[in-house]
C-alpha cells in the first residue's frame, strides 16, 4: 500500500539515501532530485507529489528559486513543502519559501515520519490530524 510519493529535493547523498530508505519503509514512494532545477523538471513532467523535502541551500536552483517558480502555478503551488535544513533561522527562512513546517538537520527520524504523515496530501478525509511535537 504506497501512502503516495515523496520528493525529496537536497544535495547531500547520504541525507538523501537516509530519507529514502526511511520513509520508503513507511510506505511512501520516493522520487528525488539534487537541486530545485532537477525538482522543477519533476513536476514540469507531470510529477504531483504529495509532499516536497526541500533542502534550503542547493546549487543550480536552491529553495527561494524553486518557491519562485512553484508559486506562478497553482497546482504545483499548492504541494505542501517541508524546509530540511542545518541552518540556525531555519524557522523563519522556510517561511520564505512557502513551506509548511520545517525540520532542523540532523532531525529525529520519529519527528520526520510525523511530520511527513501530517503534510503529506494524501490522508484519509476522516483521519483526525494533531500537531507534530
Given at each position: 500500500m504506497?501512502?503516495?510519493?515523496?520528493?525529496?529535493?537536497?544535495?547531500d547523498?547520504d541525507i538523501?539515501?537516509?530519507?529514502?530508505?526511511?520513509?520508503?519503509?513507511?510506505?511512501?514512494?520516493?522520487?528525488?532530485a539534487?537541486?530545485?532545477?532537477?525538482?522543477?523538471?519533476?513536476?514540469?513532467?507531470?510529477?504531483?507529489?504529495?509532499?516536497i523535502?526541500?533542502?534550503?541551500?542547493?546549487?543550480?536552483m536552491?529553495?527561494?528559486?524553486?518557491?519562485?517558480?512553484?508559486?506562478?502555478?497553482?497546482?504545483?503551488?499548492?504541494v505542501?513543502?517541508?524546509?530540511?535544513s542545518g541552518?540556525?533561522?531555519?524557522?523563519?527562512?522556510?517561511?520564505?519559501?512557502?513551506?509548511?513546517?520545517?525540520?532542523?538537520k540532523?532531525f529525529?527520524?520519529?519527528?520526520?515520519?510525523?511530520?511527513?504523515?501530517?503534510h503529506?496530501l494524501?490522508?484519509?478525509?476522516?483521519?483526525q490530524?494533531?500537531?507534530?511535537?
Amino acid at each position: 500500500m504506497s501512502n503516495g510519493t515523496i520528493l525529496i529535493v537536497d544535495d547531500d547523498e547520504d541525507i538523501v539515501e537516509t530519507l529514502t530508505m526511511v520513509l520508503a519503509e513507511a510506505g511512501y514512494s520516493i522520487v528525488t532530485a539534487s537541486n530545485g532545477e532537477g525538482a522543477l523538471a519533476h513536476l514540469q513532467g507531470g510529477l504531483r507529489p504529495a509532499l516536497i523535502l526541500l533542502d534550503l541551500m542547493m546549487p543550480v536552483m536552491n529553495a527561494w528559486q524553486l518557491h519562485e517558480r512553484l508559486a506562478g502555478d497553482p497546482a504545483l503551488g499548492a504541494v505542501p513543502i517541508v524546509a530540511i535544513s542545518g541552518d540556525g533561522s531555519i524557522q523563519r527562512k522556510a517561511q520564505q519559501v512557502g513551506a509548511a513546517a520545517w525540520l532542523r538537520k540532523p532531525f529525529d527520524l520519529v519527528d520526520l515520519l510525523e511530520t511527513v504523515r501530517h503534510h503529506a496530501l494524501v490522508s484519509a478525509p476522516s483521519e483526525q490530524r494533531e500537531e507534530p511535537r
